[in-house]
């Protein structure tokens, strides 16, 4: 059995909008600790690892998490990943404080972190992996 893969990026970038309009503020994530599941594709049926660290920086939300090689969906994501076919991260949450942005959209203030993910199309164009280690 492997320790897994370790896998950096950001989940969420501050301070610019998704593309649904929302924009994360700096400090939104205060209080939220890396006991959250790392999932492919958002789905709570498909584990890939565990989440090590989240840190708000000036730029995000930046996580390190190892991804398993001994379950399928791991060693997919991990293909995935390694062939530049997939280096979307993002985050499932809860909102717990937020104000409508004039335009459309919503200025997230805080929010409850439920999971973060390994995606295809990251809500956020630049919450991206950046690193893979062994």
Same mark, same amino acid.
């Given at each position: ?14 301070? $610019? ?18 006991? =959250? ?20 920086? &000036? ?35 809860? =909102? ?23 995606? $295809?199309?990251?809500?956020? &164009?630049?919450?991206?992996? $950046?690193?893979?280690?062994?």
């Amino acid at each position: 059995m492997s320790d897994g893969v370790l896998v950096r990026g950001y989940v969420s970038r501050f301070d $610019t909008p998704d593309r649904s309009g929302d924009l994360v503020r700096r400090g939104a994530f205060a209080g939220s600790r890396a006991d =959250v599941p790392l999932l492919w594709q958002h789905d709570v049926e498909r584990p890939i690892g565990r989440v090590l660290s989240l840190v708000e920086d &000036a730029a995000g939300l930046r996580m390190e998490a190892r991804i398993s090689p001994d379950c399928r969906d791991g060693r997919d994501a991990l293909a995935l990943l390694r062939a530049g076919a997939v280096d979307g991260l993002s985050f499932g949450y809860r =909102v717990k404080q937020a104000r409508p942005v004039p335009g459309g959209g919503r200025e997230l203030l805080k929010l409850e972190l439920l999971e973060c993910s390994v995606v $295809t199309l990251p809500m956020h &164009a630049h919450a991206r992996v $950046t690193a893979i280690l062994p």
